[in-house]
């Protein structure tokens, strides 16, 4: 029961991150001068992707039950690889996403190759979903930006990515869960 408890919270609070989100994005959105290249349109945007930065650490900390630095370091190097990607190649995006999503859901590079080497057909499995994942969030907010605009659309968009979002932090977070699972099993196998 309280495992269930839990996980009813977990999910609640990963609700409240995803919509306070959409609603700091669609604000942003209403708020936004005229001109795109204002500078208070680059300051708007800086807020915009500190907002998402933040959520997406707060969507790992739920998923991973853990508050340490490291995988928010991680989300933080994340993020800042993806900006450089889109700025460098976009359609690389959505791999830099995937190949990172590991590195952090295990904390670290060594132990995410280490589950990739243990679980290679399944960890190839959320690779691609996240690749998909990735791609749709893509085509979503084109498709939202194009036939609903505005803050409702911005809001809508956020929602819609964000739930997809912690779905994926979800799936990856319990990738880890058992392939800790699997290395503590082993480790007691081996012991005499």
């Not at 999503?101 to 060594?110: D, N, R, S």
């Amino acid at each position: 029961m309280a495992g269930t408890r839990s996980a009813s919270r977990r999910r609640l609070l990963a609700t409240l991150i995803v919509v306070v989100n959409a609603a700091i994005q669609a604000a942003l959105v209403a708020a936004a001068p005229p001109l795109p290249l204002d500078a208070a349109a680059f300051g708007l945007a800086l807020v915009s992707g500190v907002s998402l930065v933040l959520a997406a650490v707060g969507l790992w900390m739920l998923a991973r039950a853990d508050t340490s630095w490291r995988p928010s370091a991680l989300v933080v190097a994340s993020a800042l690889a993806i900006a450089a990607t889109m700025l460098v190649a976009p359609v690389a995006v959505p791999l830099v996403a995937a190949v990172t999503c590991p590195i952090i859901a295990a904390a670290g590079p060594v132990r995410a190759w280490d589950a990739m080497r243990r679980r290679p057909w399944h960890t190839a499995g959320l690779l691609l979903v996240t690749i998909v994942g990735v791609v749709l969030a893509t085509v979503v907010a084109l498709l939202f930006g194009l036939f609903v605009t505005g803050a409702v659309g911005s809001a809508a968009t956020w929602v819609v990515i964000g739930s997809g979002a912690a779905a994926l932090t979800g799936s990856w977070a319990r990738w880890e869960r058992r392939d800790s699972w699997v290395r503590g099993v082993a480790a007691a196998m081996t012991q005499p």
